[in-house]
């Protein structure tokens, strides 16, 4: 026989485990990885559960292994559609979601079996919009590359508008796949996924949420296994970074923040780190270029962007992003050139990728 405390605790499990959470998954070409993905999401210890598999186009064999799935478990439902990219395929998932809260799972990477669970209890506890939990970088061979974690707490809007700045160069806010939404924020908000940022899309899309937000709660708990693929969209050198720099920094300076002191301080940390990618990553670490090619390209590069007068030296960015906004100021990017070549910044870049 129960008593009433027991009783109590019966009753308020079963209202958390009520709560449908849907979670979407963009799938392209990830034959090799895809049912390891939707493995995690099935056997989760959270059972209601709609499981929303968006083939965004694929040429491989990825659309019959989400239609097999999709015969073996009821919960699962697939959105075949053009290819669009990561943004078209997250906005179709969440026009067909219908769960309580979203989750937006990568289709190369994998959870914790019981990771859902412990956000929503987490998200109903503190009756907070959003949950941020952390996560390991794994490569391909299934070494660790590194493991984050932010903590455990709640906070309003206010107090987390005072350690935005902290958080995005932590790498806890600005991905879109360690958090659970709750998703009438979302829609009420009427913010989609902008399928014209081809960069940074998931820290654009928390960005344009974050007004909405009324509690943040962080989760201290490693839910999460993000892969290193060796081809992966953040280590290739296409031109797509670079071409995209002027509309990036448009559309970060116009998103709105209601404290204006800290949209200044972290847009300019944004728009440097942009600027920072596009000159190591598609230029310095190229290695057809000469140094004279790379230094010729990088001022270039910098003349195409229309919003360097809104950067600024801010002490608390990290050393790197100063060398840049000096060598901006200055107009003489080659020490910046210097300190990327003879420092450690390939291999922290890389992990923080």
Same mark, same amino acid.
């Given at each position: ?32 990885? =895809? /049912?390891?993905? *939707? ?7 959270? #059972?209601?559960? !709609?499981?929303? $598999? @968006?083939?965004? &186009? ?52 994998? =959870? /914790?079996?019981? *990771? ?7 998200? #109903?506890?503190? !009756?907070?919009? $959003? @949950?941020?939990? &952390? ?65 940074? #899309?998931?820290?654009?899309?928390? $960005? ?146």
């Amino acid at each position: 026989m129960f008593n009433k405390t027991e009783t109590i605790d019966i009753n308020k499990e079963n209202k958390i485990m009520n709560k449908k959470v849907s979670v979407v998954v963009p799938v392209y070409n990830v034959e090799q990885y =895809l /049912e390891k993905c *939707i493995e995690s999401i099935i056997n989760q210890t959270y #059972e209601d559960l !709609e499981i929303i $598999l @968006v083939d965004d &186009g694929s040429t491989d064999v990825s659309p019959s292994i989400c239609d097999k799935w999709k015969d073996l478990d009821s919960r699962i439902i697939v959105v075949h559609k053009e290819n669009g990219g990561l943004s078209s395929a997250r906005n179709a998932g969440l026009e067909v979601s219908s769960g309580e809260y979203i989750m937006f799972e990568d289709s190369d990477d994998w =959870l /914790e079996s019981d *990771i859902i669970e412990k956000c929503v209890e987490k998200i #109903e506890e503190e !009756e907070s919009d $959003l @949950v941020i939990f &952390g996560y390991r970088k794994v490569n391909e061979e299934g070494l660790i590359l590194g493991q984050f974690t932010f903590g455990d707490g709640t906070y309003t809007n206010s107090e987390m508008a005072s350690q935005l700045h902290q958080r995005i160069i932590e790498m806890s806010f600005g991905y879109a796949w360690n958090k659970l939404y709750r998703l009438n924020v979302i829609r009420k908000a009427g913010i989609k996924n902008d399928e014209r940022v081809i960069d940074r #899309e998931d820290l654009y899309f928390n $960005l344009c949420l974050f007004n909405h937000l009324t509690k943040i709660s962080f989760l201290d708990y490693v839910g999460y296994y993000y892969l290193q693929r060796k081809a992966s969209l953040l280590h290739n050198k296409d031109d797509s970074r670079i071409n995209s720099l002027d509309s990036f920094c448009e559309k970060m300076s116009n998103i709105d923040i209601m404290n204006q002191e800290i949209k200044s301080k972290v847009i300019n940390m944004i728009l440097l780190h942009y600027i920072s990618d596009c000159l190591i990553k598609n230029i310095i670490w190229n290695k057809k270029l000469k140094k004279r090619e790379k230094l010729q390209l990088m001022n270039s590069t910098i003349n195409k962007c229309n919003y360097l007068d809104k950067l600024y030296y801010d002490q608390d960015n990290p050393k790197y992003l100063n060398v840049l906004f000096n060598g901006i100021k200055n107009d003489n990017l080659k020490k910046f050139y210097k300190y990327v070549r003879l420092s450690g910044l390939k291999r922290i870049i890389t992990e923080r990728s």
